[in-house]
């Protein structure tokens, strides 16, 4: 099995495994900022979690590169900084739909709520094309109002769409950290800081603006799908 597969296949272990357990952690995230900081409104504890995540992940990538001067240590080493990445995005992901107001516990939401962040334009257009309906910010959508037929339908789609374009974009920056040490280890932190920031930019997207306060009213008041959305049409491999 090549690098690259190698990669694509623990991208898919992570998430599945991060969809489950991030998502009481998501909820216990969120309450802890709001204790440490209670002055802060929705969207300065936004812009912490942004901080935090991007850090986060860059420190990850930045670790990985320099382990990968140790004989036989580096390519294990950075295909575990692949899981990291993306345990680190479903509980950031799922941290942000905490403050909006939004508790997807079904899993095939959680699933299609990360996938639409990570994937950010191409998964956005699939959702249009799927559920017959266009506008931003997806995010409150698909936890409380996509029929679950369609749901399950973009998953299918999206899934293989995210593992091969994640899996193989960490599988090339696991050939590129064997390299000598300084140089690898900014190659990892750098591959990981663009991947970080692409996330932040695309959860923007699909969430949409910060509710204005903490009160429950603010926080959950997009209207839901019509009845011209309640029989959505189908996603297919072509149309995402």
């Given at each position: ?58 420190a990850s990538g930045g670790a990985s590169g320099a382990a990968a001067v140790v004989p036989g240590a ?74 679950m037929s369609a749901i399950n339908r973009a998953n299918k789609v999206l899934g293989p769409r995210f ?78």
């Amino acid at each position: 099995m090549s690098k690259a597969d190698d990669a694509k296949s623990l991208v898919q272990q992570a998430l599945d495994k991060a969809l489950v357990a991030q998502q009481p952690l998501a909820g216990k995230n969120v309450e802890r900022l709001r204790r440490v900081h209670p002055d802060d409104t929705p969207q300065e504890l936004i812009r912490r979690l942004d901080r935090y995540y991007l850090t986060g992940v860059t420190a990850s990538g930045g670790a990985s590169g320099a382990a990968a001067v140790v004989p036989g240590a580096g390519i294990p080493t950075s295909l575990a900084d692949v899981m990291l990445f993306t345990e680190a995005s479903v509980l950031y992901t799922l941290s942000l739909a905490e403050v909006h107001g939004m508790h997807p516990e079904d899993l095939e939401r959680r699933r299609l709520l990360v996938l639409t962040v990570l994937l950010g334009d191409g998964a956005t257009r699939a959702l249009e094309k799927g559920v017959r309906r266009t506008g931003p910010y997806w995010a409150r959508r698909i936890v409380d109002a996509i029929p679950m037929s369609a749901i399950n339908r973009a998953n299918k789609v999206l899934g293989p769409r995210f593992i091969t374009k994640y899996g193989t974009k960490q599988g090339v920056l696991v050939l590129g950290k064997q390299v000598p040490l300084g140089i690898g280890a900014a190659l990892g932190a750098g591959g990981n800081h663009v991947f970080g920031r692409l996330t932040i930019k695309s959860a923007r997207a699909v969430f949409g603006p910060p509710p204005p306060s903490w009160d429950a009213d603010d926080r959950g008041d997009e209207a839901p799908f019509g009845p011209d959305t309640e029989e959505p049409g189908s996603v297919t491999p072509t149309e995402a």
